[in-house]
């Protein structure tokens, strides 16, 4: 009961913020302005393998111009999607961020069905819910493996096979970001080539293991198909592969995966170059920025707006917590080479010239 009463308490306190920012936003401060990218690959194509029916289909985005060192090697980013929310549309600035820089970013599909928002533009959450899982009780590792071979087949077919110059990053987020997390491990176990091992991993609200910890919480048909769902992939197992740096960027207010939960599947991440970033929800203006659970999705318009609010705990948008968070941290690490644990980030001022909220360390 008090997780319900929390959901309702949050969700009704977003819809008085956005009662205010349509009444009174003309007159209350405005977030920073959107920077400017200087990007190497304006232009891109993206190619489509396998079938969303089947767990196989994915998307790669491929620059014109795609960036290369001094030895010719060229990076790419694994992306990997939250529960239910395969459509690359609500990731899509994201993505065409990451690409127009020069990286190939492979985005795959690993539920069955939502590969893109429907023709009409909206949904019930039953229609998600029976496209994506439909009946039976899925397994988180099913998924996880349906990712590894879609990506695996994209990789050589786009001439990142065995041998390829190529530096692999990792990111996911929400039950992508527990599947990043495990990606080294179940890579190592099934075989697969090493041009798919990361050079590091960056997630974004990541579950805990539902293993041995508290699961991710979700109300209403979200939840019990949360519940429903094995949960087979252990972290207290697959973290002992993750050696290489790895930064959780979450968000304070996140209802769904609650900061504490990660208090002790945090120390299951064998790597000592790890750290776990906070930002922090700031209604100083309008819009607000939300530090929620999908603070890193673009657009979630296939839901409507209180549907999202209560069932998502947000409504996907592009923001100061995009610019300035979740993309500088993960474009820190691959565009940069600064190692996850030792981030920076500047988020600016409101147009009063108020300072944004700042982003913290919650661990170690």
Same mark, same amino acid.
């Given at each position: 009961?008090?997780?319900?009463?929390? $959901?309702?308490?949050?969700?009704?306190?977003?819809?008085?913020?956005?009662?205010?920012?349509?009444?009174?936003?003309?007159?209350?401060?405005?977030?920073?302005?959107?920077?400017?990218?200087?990007?190497?690959?304006?232009?891109?194509?993206?190619?489509?393998?396998?079938?969303?029916?089947?767990?196989?289909?994915?998307?790669?985005?491929?620059?014109?111009?795609?960036?290369?060192?001094?030895?010719?090697?060229?990076?790419?980013?694994?992306?990997?999607?939250?529960?239910?929310?395969?459509?690359?549309?609500?990731?899509?600035?994201?993505?065409?961020?990451?690409?127009?820089?020069?990286?190939?970013?492979?985005?795959?599909?690993?539920?069955?069905?939502?590969?893109?928002?429907?023709?009409?533009?909206?949904?019930?959450?039953?229609?998600?819910?029976?496209?994506? $899982?439909?009946?039976?009780?899925?397994? %988180?590792?099913?998924?996880?493996?349906?990712?590894?071979?879609?990506?695996?087949?994209?990789?050589?077919?786009?001439?990142?096979?065995?041998?390829?110059?190529?530096?692999?990053?990792?990111?996911?987020?929400?039950?992508?970001?527990?599947?990043?997390?495990?990606?080294?491990?179940?890579?190592?176990?099934?075989?697969?080539?090493?041009?798919?091992?990361?050079?590091?991993?960056?997630?974004?609200?990541?579950?805990?293991?539902?293993?041995?910890?508290?699961?991710?919480?979700?109300?209403?048909?979200?939840?019990?198909?949360?519940?429903?769902? %094995?949960?087979?992939?252990?972290?207290?197992?697959?973290?002992?592969?993750?050696?290489?740096?790895?930064? $959780?960027?979450?968000?304070?207010?996140?209802?769904?995966?609650?900061?504490?939960?990660?208090?002790?599947?945090?120390?299951?991440?064998?790597?000592?170059?790890?750290?776990?970033?906070?930002?922090?929800?700031?209604?100083?203006?309008?819009?607000?920025?939300?530090?929620?659970?999908?603070?890193?999705?673009?657009?979630?318009?296939?839901?409507?707006?209180?549907?999202?609010?209560?069932?998502?705990?947000?409504?996907?948008?592009?923001?100061?917590?995009?610019?300035?968070?979740?993309?500088?941290?993960?474009?820190?690490?691959?565009?940069?080479?600064?190692?996850?644990?030792?981030?920076?980030?500047?988020?600016?001022?409101?147009?009063?010239?108020?300072?944004?909220?700042? $982003?913290?360390?919650?661990?170690?």
């Amino acid at each position: 009961m008090s997780q319900i009463a929390s $959901i309702l308490r949050t969700t009704l306190a977003a819809y008085k913020e956005a009662t205010l920012c349509r009444l009174f936003g003309r007159w209350r401060p405005k977030p920073p302005a959107a920077p400017h990218y200087d990007y190497i690959s304006e232009t891109f194509t993206v190619e489509r393998f396998g079938q969303c029916q089947q767990g196989s289909y994915i998307e790669v985005y491929r620059p014109d111009t795609p960036w290369r060192d001094a030895q010719g090697r060229q990076r790419a980013v694994i992306f990997l999607h939250g529960f239910v929310l395969g459509a690359s549309q609500i990731y899509r600035a994201h993505l065409e961020h990451l690409v127009k820089q020069g990286t190939t970013v492979f985005f795959p599909n690993f539920q069955t069905g939502f590969c893109a928002f429907p023709d009409s533009g909206l949904m019930t959450l039953a229609e998600l819910l029976d496209e994506v $899982i439909g009946e039976g009780r899925p397994s %988180q590792e099913k998924w996880l493996h349906n990712a590894l071979q879609s990506v695996s087949g994209a990789y050589a077919q786009c001439g990142f096979g065995p041998g390829a110059a190529v530096d692999t990053y990792v990111y996911g987020h929400s039950l992508g970001g527990l599947f990043a997390l495990s990606w080294p491990w179940y890579v190592q176990a099934g075989g697969y080539p090493a041009e798919l091992i990361p050079r590091q991993v960056v997630t974004a609200d990541p579950i805990p293991s539902g293993t041995t910890t508290e699961r991710a919480q979700a109300p209403m048909q979200l939840g019990a198909a949360l519940a429903r769902t %094995q949960s087979d992939v252990d972290l207290q197992v697959t973290g002992a592969a993750l050696t290489m740096p790895v930064a $959780i960027l979450h968000g304070a207010s996140d209802w769904i995966v609650p900061k504490e939960h990660w208090q002790a599947p945090f120390g299951w991440i064998a790597t000592p170059h790890k750290k776990m970033y906070l930002s922090q929800t700031d209604t100083h203006g309008c819009p607000g920025l939300y530090a929620n659970h999908e603070q890193a999705t673009d657009d979630t318009s296939f839901f409507r707006p209180w549907l999202a609010t209560l069932l998502l705990d947000g409504v996907g948008s592009v923001d100061t917590l995009d610019y300035s968070y979740l993309w500088a941290g993960l474009d820190q690490v691959v565009a940069q080479g600064v190692r996850a644990d030792l981030l920076t980030f500047e988020m600016g001022q409101w147009s009063d010239g108020q300072a944004v909220a700042p $982003i913290q360390t919650y661990l170690p």
